[in-house]
């Protein structure tokens, strides 16, 4: 299994990427898709994930409003739009599985660095 994610880059406060995490497999369908940052210094954070049939998304409070998770099992792709970008918001930003009954996501995309300048 491999993810890797793309979309990273340098963007003013208030403005917009979108993140990309295309996957290898067959059974991309069946796993709940998340979407985690690390800013320096700090631990990684959760920061969105989706259920496979996409009827379900969850997010973190500080981007709930502002960032939208989505994915394509026909394209095996996860991405994530991110609207009105803070500086706080920088970080290495990773995609990653997890088999719904699982507690914890096992595979993780290399990271796509986003930055944020104020």
């Known amino acids: 299994v491999q993810l890797q994610a793309s979309g990273g880059g340098l963007v003013q406060a208030g403005g917009s990427l979108r993140l990309s995490c295309a996957a290898s497999g067959r059974t991309f369908s069946t796993y709940v898709m998340g979407w985690f940052r690390q800013a320096p210094g700090k631990e990684r954070e959760f920061v969105a994930s989706i259920i496979g049939s996409s009827r379900s998304t969850y997010y973190a409070a500080s981007v709930k409003g502002r960032f939208t998770i989505s994915r394509d099992n026909a394209k095996n792709t996860v991405d994530l739009e991110m609207n009105n970008l803070k500086p706080e918001d920088t970080a290495v930003y990773y995609c990653?599985?997890?088999?719904?009954?699982?507690?914890?996501?096992?595979?993780w995309g290399q990271g796509t660095l986003v930055t944020v300048s104020s």
């Open positions: 990653a599985r997890r088999y719904p009954t699982s507690s914890s996501f096992d595979y």
